[in-house]
């Protein structure tokens, strides 16, 4: 059997697979840190507001599913291009 190995050469690949992984380790950021801020509101009983303590506790299921769906997909880009921030 022999070894496949993906050709990523094409013109613009590099490109294409660094700006996919800006954008995906942004919006994994983003929703992490704003899954941590709901936390707190929640953690603080909304600082004394009932609406922001009502609206914390709808959106944690959905900031919840949502670093987890954009862990998923880092992983498995990660897994099939490598993870490229352009930073090294």
Known sequence: MPDIEPDFSAPGSSAIIQVVSWFLGLGLLI????????????????????NLQQGASKSVM??????AALGSASGIWQFLVGFDLGIA
Do not use: D
Request: hydrophobic share 70%; charged share 5%.
């Open 62 to 67: 959905w900031l919840a599913l949502g670093v």
């Open 31 to 50: 929703t992490f840190l704003a899954l941590i801020a709901v936390a707190v509101t929640l953690a603080f009983k909304g600082f004394g507001n009932q």
